[in-house]
């Protein structure tokens, strides 16, 4: 038997597009030769739909489409994802497509409900194992969550499945995808049965999903498996070796998902170009090369906009960024801005002065969306949004902030990865060296304010994303005056997180979707 794995990036909402992506992968896999076709999960609406799925017409229509896409499966079977309503029910589930109408319909069993996922607040579980006969194969079908625990599997198996077929849109985060095939290839051992995996791939708001689709043998042995971060039809003929696409480095994958949310977002919203604040320091470098690497220099602007504080060097160096990207550059200058503020408030105190420099530039950015249609970048990394080292209305302001959800120290890592990768300074080597600061005094620096970032980070990867508590991390030897001051900051600083603009999720638990910490809290631990 030959398979085809359609790793496609779709668009919520879009069931027209999604519909022509999936009969497109559909007659090239017909041209292939291919017997079978495997959608990722949901394909007809994208994921997650979240809440259109409480739209009854929205449900119809996919439906329907789904009716339209099962209509051109002749002489190939195709499996679809989609949502399905069962008299006072929702199902998320894998239409069996034959002979051209919708042969069986499959309801996902296990419904995840944590970290990003929410699916019990719209689907009904299904509670029956499907196996498929396709010619002399008995086909086992799970959705997703269903391979992540052994009993949907086993049912299979035990009902005399001989291949396990799984229509997914698994989120990425750094590792994911190795920890993922880990735990398919245990799945498939376990039941001395080949498995098939087909995820989704591209940008939907903070989620990215990564492809990595692949077919592994009874053993548990990988026999193909596709590209991660584009679109691919992986065609696999059972029992065969296929094309095995190495997994690329961290860095490389970090990389690559961050240009491709940044590039989808854009895209799937209507955003041509891009426009971001830059400053001459590591952040806004860093954002401003992983945009022109997602979108093209001629679609990139960079704005410097020096106060009094502004030195020479950071000056130079913005200027030097945006020359060595091609992008185009302007510079405006705030100082007299910043005057005309002060003579209406004269009282200002230190802390309000320092958060009106960026509140001005916060200001002209939009003020440059708002005439070009361009999309702002804000430029803040994990680090800064976890300590509300940040200003509302600021540096926070924007639509996108690509690099949300990563720490000051992996943006030094980035940086100087992006400048291996290139062979020359995409990013000067002094912005890399300098001391971040973020130029709103007199010889400012960030360890002014906040713990050295590498044992800032450490605390945080801690305490954020594997909700250790103070207690743990005090046991474990972390400096007691950093844990005291991170903890105290992360605490006081959801007001501000939750004003922030969306940015990709990269980390195993992201700010937003993943993290849902009340703002009114006074549980301290």
Not at 159 to 184: C, D, I, T
Not at 284 to 295: E, I, K, R, W, Y
Not at 497 to 502: E, G, I, M
């Amino acid at each position: 038997m030959r398979i085809a794995l359609a790793q496609i990036n779709t668009v919520v909402g879009d069931l027209d597009g999604n519909r022509e992506r999936i009969l497109s992968a559909l007659a090239e896999a017909r041209v292939a030769g291919a017997d079978l076709l495997v959608t990722p999960e949901l394909a007809v609406t994208a994921y997650p739909p979240e809440d259109l799925l409480l739209r009854p017409a929205f449900v119809r229509a996919a439906e329907e489409s789904t009716r339209e896409i099962a209509a051109a499966c002749t002489g190939i079977v195709a499996l679809v994802g989609t949502p399905w309503g069962f008299d006072d029910e929702l199902a998320n589930v894998c239409a069996v497509c034959a002979d051209g109408e919708i042969r069986a319909l499959y309801r996902k069993r296990l419904l995840p409900n944590y970290g990003v996922f929410d699916e019990a607040r719209y689907f009904d579980a299904g509670e029956e194992a499907l196996v498929l006969p396709l010619g002399e194969l008995q086909i086992g079908l799970t959705v997703c969550e269903d391979v992540w625990q052994p009993e949907p599997a086993a049912d299979l198996a035990a009902a005399g499945a001989q291949l396990l077929v799984n229509l997914s849109a698994s989120p990425f985060h750094v590792g994911k995808a190795e920890e993922r095939e880990a735990m398919l290839a245990t799945r498939a051992r376990d039941n001395a049965v080949p498995l098939v995996f087909c995820n989704a791939v591209g940008g939907q708001d903070e989620l990215l999903f990564d492809g990595h689709s692949v077919v592994l043998d009874a053993g548990g042995e990988v026999v193909a498996r596709a590209p991660g971060f584009e679109e691919h039809l992986l065609v696999v003929e059972l029992g065969a070796a296929g094309s095995i696409v190495p997994f690329a480095p961290p860095l490389e994958q970090m990389r690559s998902a961050l240009t491709l949310a940044l590039r989808d977002y854009a895209g799937k919203n209507g955003f041509a170009e891009v426009v971001l604040g830059i400053s001459g320091g590591i952040d806004s470098a860093l954002v401003a090369a992983l945009a022109t690497d997602a979108l093209g220099p001629e679609r990139v602007h960079c704005v410097s906009m020096p106060s009094r504080y502004s030195s020479d060097e950071t000056q130079t160096d913005a200027r030097r960024v945006a020359e060595s990207l091609g992008c185009d550059f302007r510079e405006l200058a705030i100082e007299a801005i910043v005057t005309a503020f002060h003579t209406v408030l004269p009282d200002l105190g230190n802390l309000a002065a320092e958060n009106l420099q960026a509140r001005i530039r916060g200001m002209l950015l939009m003020s440059l969306s708002n005439t070009h249609g361009w999309l702002v970048l804000a430029t803040g990394n994990k680090s800064e949004l976890s300590v509300g080292y940040s200003t509302l209305y600021g540096d926070l302001a924007g639509g996108f902030a690509p690099i949300k959800d990563v720490y000051k120290t992996d943006v030094f890592r980035l940086a100087r990865y992006l400048n291996e990768r290139a062979g020359r300074e995409l990013i000067p080597v002094s912005i890399i060296e300098r001391a971040p600061s973020a130029e709103l005094r007199p010889d400012q620096r960030d360890q002014d304010s906040l713990p050295p970032y590498d044992l800032l980070d450490a605390v945080l990867e801690e305490y954020v994303e594997l909700d250790r508590s103070r207690e743990d991390l005090l046991a474990d030897g972390f400096d007691p005056a950093v844990v005291a001051r991170a903890l105290a900051l992360v605490d006081r600083a959801e007001y501000k997180r939750r004003q922030a603009p969306p940015g990709v999720k990269l980390r195993p638990k992201a700010y937003g979707r993943d993290r849902r910490t009340p703002i009114t809290n006074h549980w301290r631990g």
